[in-house]
Each structure stands twice: as C-alpha cells, then as structure tokens.
C-alpha cells in the first residue's frame, strides 16, 4: 500500500553457540546434574572411607579380649560373659560398619571366574542393575526393619540372656546404622558407574586385579618358590 513495513529483527546467534549448547549449559535444568551426583558420591566415597579404615584397627582389640579372655580362663578358671560378647559386638561393628568400605574398594565376593570374560559395557550393566535392583532394595528393608528392632530393644533396655552379659540394645543399632552407610554408598557405586558407562569418568577400577588374578598370581608365586 506504498508504505513500508517494519519487523523487528531476531537477535542474531553467535558464531558456535547452538541451541543445544545453551539449554546443556549449567548441566539438566530443573535436576541435578551429572557433576552434582559425582561431588555427593565423592562425599560418601570419603566418608565410609574413613570410617572403614579407623573401625578396622577394632579387629586388633577383639583378638586382644580373646586371647586375655582365653587366658584368665586358662590359668585362673575364670570368665566372664560380657568379655565374650564383647568379642562378638566388635566383630559386628567391624563386619556391618566397614561393609560399605569393602564394596567401595570393589573387594566383596562376586563371580570372578564368570564375570571375567565378559566384556567390559555387559559387567557395568550388571553393577548398575545389581545395585538398583537388589542392593539398594535389601539395605532400604533392612533399614525399615532394623530401625523398630532397635526401638523395642532399646525401649525395655533389653540386656543379655546371659549372666553378666552386655545390654542388647546397642548391638542391635549396628543393623540400621550398617546398612544405612551400605545403602548410601550404593547410590554412589550407582552414579560412578553410570559416568563411567555414558565417559563422564574413568573407570576408579580399571586398573586394579581382579579377586580371581589375584589369587592365580599367589598361587603361581608359591609353586615358583617350591
């Protein structure tokens, strides 16, 4: 109609910048991201870490109560109930606390000789399904059921069927605090293995033997030596 026309003009795009740069930037909007999980995951890495290397010198002290209990009870016929389940109270801390240790130093019993010569994308499907189907399961029941097992115990301060023996409760809180440490450090096993499959991260076991080569090195050392 003889009169212009004026629209207003697109900002233009800089040069390497796309779209899909600009909604991946900053990680998943709206959820954590990938970097986010792996900080919390190095959180508990370093946390069950640290609780699994000082509970572990626990070992010593309950071998030092066995062998002085066993002592009294040899040379002067004495013994007592509360040493010996003193013993076995170490032995569960030592067990259920340094548990999460174990698994984050990939040390727990697996089929090694199966496992082995599988390739390396199928063995880090069956971590992921294995510790979000069945690990991760387990420790929440345990914890739900461990949780009121304690309650009741510590409630009545439940003490020993045993003459002279420790108080229950205490023993029993070993469950729900044991498997709570298991749990969260399945979810980091969970979100180290998922970096690992998608190349966020280097595999942190790549490089270490197996349970099984370690065990066929041994063996091969001692009959070289005889």
């Known amino acids: 109609n003889g009169e212009a026309s004026f629209m207003p003009a697109r900002p233009a795009k800089r040069p390497g910048v ?6 991946g930037r900053g990680g998943n909007r709206g959820g954590l991201s990938v970097q986010s ?7 508990i890495d370093a946390l069950n ?7 572990a010198w626990l070992i010593v002290v309950a071998v030092l109560v066995s062998s ?4 009294v009870r040899k040379v002067f016929d004495e013994s007592s109930n509360s040493w010996l389940e003193l013993q076995w109270v170490l ?5 259920l606390l340094c548990a999460p240790w174990t698994l984050l130093s990939n040390e727990h019993i697996r089929i090694d000789i199966v496992n ?3 390739p390396k994308k199928v063995r880090d499907t069956i971590d992921v399904i294995g510790h979000a189907f069945f690990l991760i399961p387990l420790a929440i029941v345990m914890i739900v059921t461990g949780v009121p097992f304690f309650l009741r115990s510590y ?3 439940e003490q020993s069927g045993n003459a002279g023996g420790l108080p229950q409760w205490p023993a029993k809180s070993l469950i729900m605090i044991g498997f709570t440490l298991l749990l969260i450090q399945g979810i980091s096993e969970l979100i180290k293995r998922i970096a690992v499959m998608r190349g966020v991260i280097p595999d ?11 065990e066929v090195s041994n063996l091969v050392d001692v009959m070289k030596k005889d």
């Not at 796309?18 to 909604?23: E, F, G, M």
């Not at 942190?204 to 370690?214: A, G, K, V, W």
């Open 18 to 23: 796309t779209d899909a740069d600009k909604t």
């Open 37 to 43: 999980l792996l900080k919390l995951s190095r959180g």
């Open 49 to 55: 870490t640290w609780i699994g290397k000082n509970l």
């Open 68 to 71: 002085v209990n066993a002592t």
């Open 91 to 95: 032995f569960s801390i030592v067990f």
């Open 116 to 118: 082995s010569f599988w």
């Open 155 to 157: 409630e009545i301060n």
């Open 204 to 214: 942190p076991h790549e490089t270490q033997p197996s349970s099984l080569e370690s």
